[in-house]
């Protein structure tokens, strides 16, 4: 069993930046991110393995978001720069215990967070 705590969302500017935090309790092969803006189904944002030696990105989070790991807190961050108000939603830290190819979809993890809220506005 792995429980999953996110802090750091709130109310940013357009081009400001952001960190969010996901405190895990228990081992997971892989930790991630996803969000879910309103009237929108669940998006795949990043993912990183539990070593902290690989990681993926959505093709919207290239460049601009940074998935890191802290092993001795057994923490997974989200470094988002440059947020553009489409970057609004609730964004879920996920843990999961297989590194599926299938990483974009939801039922590829068994553990998520409550969520935490990030607004940016224009």
């Known amino acids: 069993q792995v429980q999953l705590v996110e802090s750091g969302g709130g109310l940013v500017q357009d081009g400001d930046s952001l960190r969010l935090s996901c405190a895990a309790s228990?081992?997971?092969?892989?930790l991630g991110w996803f969000r879910q803006a309103p009237g929108k189904e669940r998006e795949f944002v990043a993912r990183?393995?539990?070593?902290?030696?690989?990681?993926t990105y959505a093709d919207s989070a290239k460049g601009r978001f940074t998935i890191s790991r802290d092993m001795a807190k057994n923490s997974v961050y989200l470094q988002m720069n440059s947020l553009k108000p489409e970057d609004t939603a609730v964004y879920y830290c996920v843990a999961g215990s297989k590194y599926y190819l299938a990483y974009q979809r939801p039922d590829s993890y068994e553990y998520w967070g409550q969520g935490t809220q990030v607004t940016v506005s224009s």
């Open positions: 990183i393995n539990w070593s902290g030696t690989m990681t």
């Open positions: 228990g081992r997971a092969t892989v």
